[in-house]
């Protein structure tokens, strides 16, 4: 059993808590936060964990076996580092952190002290975008492959995600997810063109829209707002068939029950079948954990979202803000 400390115990620490708590061979050990609230509902949630306020107090605490970090983005570079030193793995919340120089620290760091360091890109471990990338893989699609995806929303939740020193804003916290599913698909990003515009009194960009390059002449269209009321659209097109989730015009056989989920394939002719891909019940939160549980003990490897692939995502997101603010196309550097 592995005795988990979480440094970070609002909205997203207690949604890990959750998942970890859920995965055999995992303990929610103890937590940390500054805020006596949230202090207060893990401490409810959890009873017999150790519950500190400063997260130095629980790297103090020899029982704990490794570290969940859930802070706002700005504090994961020093809080990484923490733990690390502290001569534990360490599994931290997307964006890995808001600057490439931050996630070269940390890498460094991790080399000197030859601990594990994890990303929580979720989507990595989520059966649904999986199921999208074997379709773009397997050539269905045709190459080059355009990702487009579109969303927007009046963001009303913790007013740091909005913060541009500590949140960074829609395009590094949300889309983030994106940035690295799109290397994960099509390879090392290359060059960002983008533009943005300002729809809210937050300090963040809360409204911007992107085209990253990648080989082979792929790319991904972001344009996301955390400022306007809008929709959410998400599609995968190449010059054989497009590529959209859920069943399209289609029904899927009463016999499937819940047991899958469904992307629509249409090809040029409008003719339209389903990729299907099964459910077992466990969130991209269980599955991220539990490779979290055996990348520690040794029974896989590799990790499938290291720091040394995440700072890539970063980058873009970098790349996508100096694009916006000098209006001239980037190269994406890590």
Known sequence: MLNIGFIGLGGMGLYQCDAFNDTRGLKVFAGADLAAASRKKFAAQYPTARVHQDHHDLLADTDVDAVVVATPSAFHKPQVIDVMRSGRPVMTEKPMALKVTDCHRMLDVAAKTKQKLMVAHCRRYDPDWGAMAKVVADGTLGRPILWRHMMATVFRVAPWFLDKKIGGGPMIDGAVHNHDFANLMFGKPEAVQAGSIKLSKSSAVDT???????????????????????????????PRAGLTNGTGQLTPPKSDGDRYGYWCVTDDNRRQRLIKYRRDGKSMYHRQAEHFRDWINGKVKRCNTPGTTAIQAVAVAEAIFKSAEKGTTQKVKW
């Open 208 to 238: 911007a829209t992107a085209i990253v390059h990648y080989p082979r002449g792929n790319q991904m269209m972001l344009s996301w707002s955390w400022g306007a009321h809008g929709s959410n659209a998400f599609d995968v097109l190449g």
